[in-house]
């Protein structure tokens, strides 16, 4: 089962997240080839990892816009541990290398560098905070620390993997997220830093998938602050929303499936749940998109 535990260690404030069953099942939904699951799964946990640590009420989104192959991979998160994702190219699946095979890590830099990455903070009152930086590796854990350090000022750590088994199959996945208190030790920082590099945190999570045991690897001794809370994935959407969406469509393709006059298919991208959506339906997106557009 997939949860978040949040612990203290020497005034350094730690977030673990296992997130083994909901990478697998963004794997089952999304047909991930191995490249493609090991990239959503760091963003899903990294994803899960800030919008329970954040002091907000609402969900974070985090999208990644790559000039690389993987193109766009997207993933979001409620303060309660609802988390979804998506993959623009789902089908990548690079040969892994002498070194990534050694340390148990995967590199995604050939991937997924160079691009942006981009973090929307919604709070419960509908407003959000967004903003960007240029992701410094493309190895999608380095680069949301790397956002987190700009964005808050605050010394932080990131480290989020996903181990791959027989046939590519999801076999564990989690992450950790440690940042300094006021006054907080910096120096264990570097060295809870050091404990999760060079794919340790990819070697901790294949012999004992737990959120204790990463916990133990980040900080040993650390102490555990409140309950585990669950992280599952589940979708938002809803007929409503699928609707909204159509306006989002070229108006030449709108225009078409007006002219058929035929029930269609909307899939969710972020769950693949397919709505149908009846003529009449199209017809009024296609009439709201014209008068949207002039
Ligand atoms: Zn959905």
Redesign the pocket.
């Known amino acids: 089962v997939d949860v978040c535990l949040r612990a203290t260690h020497r005034r350094l404030e730690i977030a673990v997240a296992l997130t083994t069953d909901l990478t697998r099942e963004a794997a089952r939904i999304h047909r991930l080839a191995a490249t493609s699951a090991v990239a959503l799964g760091r963003l899903l946990a990294g994803t899960a990892l800030l919008a329970i640590t954040g002091k907000h009420e609402g969900s974070t989104s985090v999208q990644i816009l790559s000039k690389s192959r993987i193109g766009q991979i997207y993933a979001d998160c409620t303060d309660d541990g609802d988390a ?1 994702g998506m993959a623009r190219n789902p089908d990548l699946a690079f040969p892994v290398g002498e070194a990534e095979r050694a340390s148990g890590r995967r590199s995604l830099h050939l991937a997924v560098h160079p691009g942006r990455i981009s973090v929307v903070r919604r709070v419960a009152s509908g407003e959000y905070a967004q903003s960007s930086t240029q992701l410094v590796t493309g190895e999608i854990d380095e680069d949301i620390e790397s956002y987190v350090v700009h964005s808050d000022q605050i010394p932080t750590v990131v480290a989020c993997d996903v181990v791959l088994g027989e046939e590519d199959a999801v076999v564990a996945a989690g992450g950790v997220l440690v940042r300094t208190m006021p006054d907080g030790d910096r120096d264990e920082l570097g060295r809870v830093a050091d404990r999760l590099r060079g794919g340790a945190l990819a070697r901790a999570l294949e012999a004992s998938p737990s959120a204790e045991r990463l916990l133990e690897l980040a900080a040993p001794g650390a102490e555990v602050v409140d309950a585990p809370s669950p992280l599952r994935y589940r ?3 809803s007929r409503e929303r699928v609707l909204a969406s159509l306006r989002m469509f070229p108006v030449e393709d709108l225009a078409s499936m007006v002219g058929d006059a035929k029930p269609v298919e909307v899939n ?1 991208d ?2 693949g ?1 397919k709505y149908p959506v009846q003529p009449e339906d199209l017809l009024r997106a296609f009439e709201d998109l014209i008068k949207a557009e002039g």
């Open positions: 979804r979708c938002r959407c969710c972020l769950c749940r």
